[in-house]
């Protein structure tokens, strides 16, 4: 049986020090802080892992709860692509073009084993992978994920954007990884 969460989550306060009437933390931490509290996601569903996703934004999984209740179909008003579904070679151009449009810095998660490998597609016309044309954060495995696995994905991704040093997205690091998909 589906266990329903009902408690909210509490956003703990990161690493710092605190006393009398102050708390002090990084610059980098109490932007993780922010960042991580009120991702925008804009969902990319092309097939069944998106009515998963339906599922997660409903009331028993409620991804409200995680700041993640504002979901965006405009890539400039976004940070957290979800991909959900087979994606058609056809397509790429289109989820390329979306991603180069979002704003830095940005997260991906490959939702279910088409988003992240092709799933059962193995053929011609399916990309057997994302990760092919775009940097993946987390991959949630399944066909379909259940609701669970999809909150843990953005629980992962949570963790590495509340961690993310501010310096991330101008570091040569990341140039390169960007590089290697031909992105500017
Ligand atoms: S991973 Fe499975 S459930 Fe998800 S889109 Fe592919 S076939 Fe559908």
């Known amino acids: 049986m589906t266990q329903i969460i009902t408690k909210p989550n509490v956003v703990e306060a990161p690493e710092g020090i605190s006393g009398e009437g102050y708390f002090l933390t990084s610059l980098d931490k109490a932007v993780g802080l ?3 509290n009120s991702l925008w996601p804009l969902p990319f ?3 069944c892992c998106g009515i998963e996703f339906m599922a997660t934004m409903a009331a028993t999984y409620d991804l409200a709860r995680f700041g993640s209740e504002r979901l965006s179909f405009s890539p400039r008003q976004s940070d957290l692509l979800m991909v959900m579904g087979t994606i058609a070679k056809k397509m790429t151009p289109v989820l390329r073009e979306v991603y180069i449009q979002m704003a830095e810095p940005k997260w991906v998660i490959a939702v279910g084993a088409c988003a992240s490998s092709g799933g059962i597609f193995d053929t011609y016309s399916v990309l057997q992978g994302i990760d092919r044309i775009i940097p993946v ?4 495995p399944g066909c379909p994920p259940r609701p669970e696995q999809i909150i843990s994905g953005i629980l992962k991704i949570q963790d590495l954007v509340g961690n993310e040093s501010l310096r991330r997205r101008n570091s040569e690091a990341y140039n390169e990884l ?3 998909y031909n992105i500017e």
């Open 45 to 47: 569903a092309t097939s």
């Open 137 to 140: 954060d987390v991959y949630v």
């Open 178 to 180: 960007l590089g290697k």
């Open 34 to 36: 922010a960042r991580k």
